[in-house]
């Protein structure tokens, strides 16, 4: 009955994740929950799946958007995509060396700060050569906040009285990983799960100028040469994809939208799989300066991006 219990409790989970009977939030803390009580399948790696079906999951949300109004939607917070990258990157290095961190370390706990995240992290942590150890540390540390911007985002939104765009881009400017910016995003509302989907995105795509110029610093102040291979993430291109074809044959308009609503509800599982995979272990293991580290350069992101989009939007 031991080794049938954790099988049960992942189908009875994730059942109620993909038939929509658990919200996003909830669905994180429902597999937080079993991951403490040892109820997760042996032979089961949630957070690899979790990356496997959250690409699936961005492409059928592609379906629900209009290219044109993206655009004008992403194109209006530019600046401030561009601005906070910058500034998050610069940050990560000053505040780092204060707290006496690794250069490598407080340089990818940047990267997953001001770009997406985990994937950020996987893209930089080979372009400067960095150790196991220290893409483990920023991952975890990363993985904490992104599980607790799940949880607060929509409920700082709703005391503030945000509205579904506003909420939207501050969630994709904000929020770490794609999972977690779109999840808070889906919880709030269908238009701000559109435009945190698309600024989220339009903000990934700076893995690869990133990743290229850390590899070209690093080894400068290394004096040796980095060879780096660049893997742009397919989802970024099978969501544009899908968004183009959304966009130019709306007469299949019923398809997209079944496109979509099956892209939520994978969403939704997804988060439970990522619930599943964080122990306390997990969070122990973190430490305490890298986590002070993603915690200060968050919350200047999150309070700098918020001020901004209040007062120009």
Known sequence: MATVLPYLAFLIGGGLALAGFISSPLALVLGFILAGFGLVPRQLNPGQLAKRLLAVAIVLLGFGIQLDVALAITGDALGLIVVSIV????LGLLLGKWLGLETATAHLIGSGTAICGGSAIAAVGPAIRARSDQMALALAVVFILNAIALLVFPIIGRLLELDQVTFGLWSAIAIHDTSSVVGAAEAYGDEALVVAT????ARALWIVPVALVSAWVFAR?????????MVVPWFIGGFIASAGI???WPEQEALFSLLFAMGKQLLVFC???????????????????PLLLAVMLWLIIAVGSLVWLTTNF
């Open 271 to 289: 988060l439970f799989l990522i619930g599943l995979s964080l122990t306390l272990q997990r969070i122990r293991a973190a430490g305490f300066k």
């Open 221 to 229: 102040s290394q004096k040796h040469k980095s060879t780096t291979k």
């Open 246 to 248: 959304a966009s130019y």
């Open 87 to 90: 500034l998050t990157l610069v």
């Open 198 to 201: 698309t600024a989220k995105l």
